[in-house]
């Protein structure tokens, strides 16, 4: 997907995925609460027929490639990749789509699943500190426009797989969630399987008790989850600390009741799995064990 592209399709879709829906609409316009931040008053102006907006409380608009490029805090070849994962109707129906481009996203073949066995994606699991975890991934063998390659799959509640090694970031199948359900009425949210495996690596020093877990696999999921988040008595978030993990907590704050951020046990670290990889590093440099995660976790919390 190019820019021309992913500006064509409607912005009115791309905000729904979000889970941002108008106050108050027409033929001509719609009008929404920031999504960039909270407000009681709508600011944010969608023009339906130039598929523009603008944010009066700012005073900054554009298209949908500026829209994302701050919501996501992102560039440009960021968010065109974030697209590709997504499936919106108004481009499927595009006319002047790309025969060979929507051939090289969507079609491949899965040649063998199994247990991860490749030294390569051993190693790279062990660069990530979560060599232990693969009772949760396969081993996918998959070819794309003639050409054979591999990586570690995570499967999603659609049949898809999330699929990373140490070159490439991509998803086969239909984008989805993926639920871990083990009959609790406690649920942990994670953005991606890296970070709920670095989670599962230090669950027990956090003496957390059993849980259902989601993983989202893309923040534009937040949508799919809202239904399922009313049936816990309480919810714990572990997202990225950045601009899109901010703006998803908010948005799953306003679903429900009971749900915790629990972002500040690794507050000076992007995410879960890079305050793991740090944690680790400090235990071998230090030649001891790092102070107990659950005193570091309960004296934050404040409690």
């Avoid at 499927?92 to 390569?120: G, R």
């Avoid at 984008?175 to 495996?197: A, M």
């Amino acid at each position: 997907m190019n820019c021309n592209q992913f500006n064509s399709i409607k912005l009115e879709e791309v905000l729904v995925s979000l889970g941002h829906h108008p106050t108050k609409q027409n033929e001509k316009e719609a009008w929404y609460l920031n999504p960039f931040s909270t407000e009681t008053q709508a600011s944010f102006k969608l023009n339906k027929r130039n598929n523009v907006w603008y944010l009066h409380s700012e005073g900054i608009g554009g298209n949908n490639i500026d829209f994302m490029k701050k919501y996501l805090n992102a560039s440009i070849k960021e968010v065109l990749a974030w697209a590709e994962q997504q499936n919106f109707s108004s481009f499927q129906h595009q006319s002047n789509s790309n025969p060979k481009q929507e051939a090289l996203a969507n079609h491949y073949t899965i040649i063998e699943v199994k247990d991860i066995q490749h030294p390569a994606l051993l190693e790279y699991l062990k660069s990530r500190k979560v060599e232990n975890q693969t009772i949760y991934l396969k081993e996918i063998h998959y070819q794309i426009n003639d050409k054979c390659y591999f990586g570690i799959g995570f499967k999603n509640d659609s049949g898809g797989y999330e699929i990373r090694n140490k070159y490439s970031k991509i998803c086969l199948g239909k984008k989805d969630i993926s639920t871990i359900k083990n009959g609790e009425e406690s649920l942990r949210i994670f953005e991606g399987f890296f970070d709920f495996l670095s989670f599962k690596n230090i669950e027990d020093d956090l003496q957390k008790k059993p849980s259902d877990y989601i993983i989202l696999n893309s923040v534009s999921m937040i949508t799919k989850i809202k239904n399922l988040i009313q049936n816990y008595q309480k919810v714990e978030l572990y997202f990225d600390n950045d601009n899109a993990g901010n703006r998803a907590v908010e948005m799953i704050k306003n679903i429900g009741e009971n749900i915790e951020d629990c972002r500040i046990l690794y507050k000076n670290h992007k995410d879960l799995n890079e305050f793991l990889m740090s944690w680790e590093m400090r235990k071998r440099d230090t030649g001891r064990e790092y102070e107990d995660l659950n005193k570091i976790n309960t004296r934050k919390l404040g409690r």
